[in-house]
């Protein structure tokens, strides 16, 4: 019997795309449990970096929440400060002739003063701690303060009424409600509690301006910071452009601003975002290397097996395929595993003084960036596969 030319002619069709990604996966996975002490490792890797990363960069934003939390809260479109102001601190006192330009430039509703001076309050013991006194004016109580526990800003129209921290209740003797209290020899009454005002400086506490300028010896005229409020439906950048214009010695500053330049500073003009930066690149590259050594070596323990993928046809895409497919598991899983386990220590040390800060983007970002870091990682893997002979198999 005569065989004709199109039954005897080879199959030269490959398998579509789809399929062989569906193959190829699948060969992946199941390669990869089963090892379960690689797999165990090389998620470890994932975690660890998923961990540390998380940690750091949410410690960092809990610093920097610290540093701006005022300007961050303050129900304030606009800051005058002192020239060269780059954090939350006072410099060259601002006076009322600057104060009242404010008040007359054209798009600006309001305008009010702000005290803020360091403050020391005597214990019954007879020492005594720091407080940052922020004086605000009644009746409108621009700058503070926010996250009342206890008492509202009214409360501080008693007479010599101030507002204290929760979290520094016992350092400050045991206070109370109706506590007494001597601040820089003045007598004062606590009237109310926030939560969580706990700068790098003292704790805020605040008192009507009145009482606040007798307190720290401040003059009516003198100044440490002005707030704006801009008219509705103006844009705070065309009048802080026109403040800056009319207040040449001063800096002006639309919120948004000077939180910018408040993290700008951070990073820039302090080791903080030198030294979390670090950290957080510490832990991706040993997140990348363990997951780069781990595929590495199981490459090299199935080397007969990938020889014979090779050799029955599978081409180094399709390989690259099957290593793709780990690394992406490999980040998916230990992702998750990883933000998992941050959350919970986060949730675990809530605490006014320093709680990491987990923004939901940075899931997101976590789980894209290891993606991208464990791809990176198998391409040494792929390297060492590229050079492989299948013949190696039948020897």
């Known amino acids: 019997m005569t065989v004709t030319g199109s039954l005897a002619a080879p199959i030269r069709t490959r398998a579509s795309l789809f399929a062989r990604v569906r193959t190829m996966a699948g060969i992946g996975v199941q390669m990869m449990f089963h090892d379960s002490l690689k797999l165990a490792g090389t998620l470890f890797g994932v975690v660890f970096a998923v961990l540390l990363g998380n940690f750091q960069m949410g410690t960092f934003l809990a610093l920097l929440g610290k540093n701006r939390m005022f300007v961050e809260n303050a129900q304030v479109d606009i800051w005058v400060t002192p020239p060269g102001t780059r954090q939350f601190q006072g410099g060259k006192p601002l006076n009322d002739a600057q104060l009242n330009r404010a008040r007359a430039t054209p798009g600006v509703a309001w305008a009010e003063p702000l005290v803020l001076q360091t403050a020391n309050l005597v214990l019954p013991n007879g020492g005594s701690e720091p407080v940052s006194l922020v004086g605000a004016r009644a009746p409108r109580f621009a700058g503070g303060p926010w996250n009342l526990l206890k008492g509202d800003a009214t409360s501080l129209l008693a007479p010599n009424a101030i507002i204290v921290e929760d979290a520094e209740r016992e350092k400050f003797g045991g206070l109370n409600l109706g506590s007494v209290r001597e601040l820089a020899g003045h007598k004062v009454q606590v009237v109310g509690f926030t939560w969580g005002l706990l700068p790098f400086a003292p704790a805020y506490a605040f008192a009507e301006q009145t ?30 452009a026109r403040l800056q214009e009319a207040l040449t010695d001063t800096r002006v500053m639309t919120r948004g601003e000077y939180m910018k330049e408040i ?8 080791q903080i975002g030198l030294s979390f930066g670090t950290s957080t690149f510490m832990g991706l590259l040993v997140g990348l290397i363990t997951v780069a050594l781990s595929m590495f070596s199981s490459v090299i323990d199935n080397m007969r097996q990938f020889g014979t993928l090779k050799a029955i046809g599978s081409t180094t895409l399709d390989l690259a395929l099957l290593l793709f497919t780990q690394a992406i598991v490999y980040a998916l899983v230990g992702s998750l595993i990883g933000l998992g386990a941050v959350s919970g220590m986060v949730q675990g040390m809530r605490n006014p003084q320093l709680t990491p800060v987990l923004y939901p983007e940075m899931f997101g970002l976590t789980v894209a960036l290891m993606v991208v870091v464990c791809l990176l990682a198998s391409l040494l893997a792929l390297f060492r596969l590229y050079r492989l002979e299948p013949a190696m198999v039948f020897r």
């Open 263 to 270: 993290l700008t500073y951070i990073v820039t003009g302090t």
């Open 211 to 240: 009482l606040a300028r007798e307190i720290l010896k401040v003059p009516a005229d003198k100044h440490t910071f002005i707030m704006v409020g801009v008219e509705p439906g103006v844009d705070p950048t065309v009048v802080r």
